[in-house]
T-cell receptor, first 114, second 115 residues
Framework: AQSVTQPDIHITVSEGASLELRCNYS??????LFWYVQSPGQGLQLLLK??????LVQGIKGFEAEFKRSQSSFNLRKPSVHWSDAAEYFC????????????FGTGTRLKVLA | ETGVTQTPRHLVMGMTNKKSLKCEQH?????MYWYKQSAKKPLELMFV???????ENNSVPSRFSPECPNSSHLFLHLHTLQPEDSALYLC??????????????FGPGTRLTVT
């Protein structure tokens, strides 16, 4: 069965520091992979996605993620965090065909220190 | 209006009430979704509509009843809810071609409190 694990429930970084949020998935083949961000009281906003091709994908707001098939991971990174990046981040996986089911991780809440 | 809109943004209802949540997408998509987001739990997919046909129903209690009159509108009708149904209900839409998943665009959600 498909599953997504985000091992870090909370992460705190200082403004200007680098950031890496971890995501591991379980799926029999290469799935579609997504990162979403949710600010308080808001819906989820798509940061980036991986469908195929280059394993390093660029997203909005300066985020990038790298797909590593051997590690079943899709970690999100940002070289320099801004205070406005404080939010909750969700990794999601979807099967490549035949299903409408997206599996979301439980989220990582990011706190940014000034 | 742009993107995905949801009304109302907040709803408080008693267990014997009947209410409806509304979602509208302005993106030209043909698939729409209802999710439930509870504290400390992953997003739970409730229903999926593609081309106005329900294609996914994840064992959701019958007190939740979806309706999709056209590809731009999605409703969630609520009746005789329980306190544990209190949550943020998110609507999303995506382009959908023959079951291939595309990125989803979410609305801001309706914060539902059942008293």
């Amino acid at each position: 069965a498909q599953s997504v694990t985000q091992p870090d429930i909370h992460i705190t970084v200082s403004e200007g520091a680098s950031l890496e949020l971890r995501c591991n998935y379980s799926y029999g083949a290469t799935p579609y992979l997504f990162w979403y961000v949710q600010s308080p009281g808001q819906g989820l906003q798509l940061l980036l996605k991986y469908f195929s091709g280059d394993t390093l994908v660029q997203g909005i707001k300066g985020f990038e993620a790298e797909f590593k098939r051997s590690q079943s991971s899709f970690n999100l990174r940002k070289p320099s965090v801004h205070w406005s990046d404080a939010a909750e981040y969700f990794c999601a996986v979807a099967a490549t065909s035949g299903t409408y089911k997206y599996i979301f991780g439980t989220g990582t809440r990011l706190k940014v220190l000034a | 209006e742009t993107g995905v809109t949801q009304t109302p943004r907040h709803l408080v209802m008693g267990m014997t009430n009947k209410k409806s949540l509304k979602c509208e997408q302005h993106l030209g998509h043909n698939a729409m979704y209802w999710y439930k987001q509870s504290a400390k739990k992953p997003l739970e997919l409730m229903f999926v509509y593609s081309l106005e046909e329900r294609v996914e129903n994840n064992s959701v209690p019958s007190r939740f009843s979806p309706e999709c009159p056209n590809s731009s509108h999605l409703f969630l009708h609520l009746h005789t809810l329980q306190p544990e149904d209190s949550a943020l209900y998110l609507c999303a839409s995506s382009q959908d071609v023959r079951g291939n998943p595309y990125e989803q665009y979410f609305g801001p959600g309706t914060r539902l409190t059942v008293t």
